[in-house]
């Protein structure tokens, strides 16, 4: 079955870093990929999401991620954090050969900007 | 517009004794989806429903865990007989259609059984 690896449990920055968060699936195939975020206290939202087309998608907040189909990755970036950046990031995989409805999710990434 | 909603936000239960848990979706999505989320495991789909179709069950944990949607709009989730492993946060989420739809989540049920 369909697998989501995330490979940082938490990830400490001080504003102005740069990020990188590391996100592979298991197999190939048909998939659409999303990460979502989860800031304190606050329910999921969509960050970006990638269907078909250019591989570098753009997100809200200056987010951006890139499809990397040779390496199952989809790895989540952005090149400078602001402290408000303070949240849960899930990355999920839709899997076309599997169930057509759910998303499977990686464990998440906690990300801690210090100001 | 209105998100999804859920209710209780908080449950606490003893053990032995039935929970339900009640999600909203937003007005028009036909796809209604439950997961659950425990402490550091990431999200674990447990259910789907798409409009009129047979629910997805595939992730359902047990027989003990139920649901259903009614009228293709409000869902409710059963937990019988609850343990202590059932606590965690049971998020529902909905969209447009399934396919290239987003997902939009509600806020969660926090269920802790003691």
């Known amino acids: 079955a369909q697998s989501v690896s995330q490979h940082n449990h938490h990830v400490i920055l001080s504003e102005a870093a740069s990020l990188e968060l590391g996100c592979n699936y298991s197999?190939?195939?048909?998939?659409?990929l999303f990460w979502y975020v989860q800031y304190p206290g606050q329910h999921l939202q969509l960050l970006l999401k990638?269907?078909?087309?250019?591989?570098l998608v753009k997100g809200i907040k200056g987010f951006e991620a890139e499809f990397i189909k040779s390496k199952f990755s989809f790895n989540l970036r952005k090149p400078s954090v602001q402290w408000s950046d303070t949240a849960e990031y899930f990355c999920?995989?839709?899997?076309?050969?599997?169930?057509?409805?759910?998303?499977?999710f990686g464990k998440g990434t906690k990300l801690s900007v210090k100001p | 517009g209105a998100g999804v909603s859920q209710s209780p936000s908080n449950k606490v239960t003893e053990k032995g004794k039935d929970v339900e848990l009640r999600c909203d979706p937003i007005?028009?999505?036909?796809?209604l989806y439950w997961y659950r989320q425990s402490l550091g495991q990431g999200l674990e789909f447990l259910i789907y429903f798409q409009g009129n179709s047979a629910p997805d069950k595939s992730g359902l944990p047990s027989d003990r865990f139920s649901a259903e949607r009614t009228g293709g709009s409000v869902s409710t989730l059963t937990i019988q007989r609850t343990q202590q492993e059932d606590s965690a946060v049971y998020l529902c989420a909905s969209s447009l259609l399934t396919g290239l739809y987003e997902q939009y989540f509600g806020p969660g049920t926090r269920l802790t059984v003691t």
């Open positions: 999920a995989v839709k899997d076309y050969g599997g169930s057509q409805g759910n998303l499977i």
């Open positions: 007005s028009g999505h036909t796809a």
């Open positions: 990638y269907f078909s087309g250019d591989p």
């Open positions: 197999y190939g195939g048909t998939v659409n």
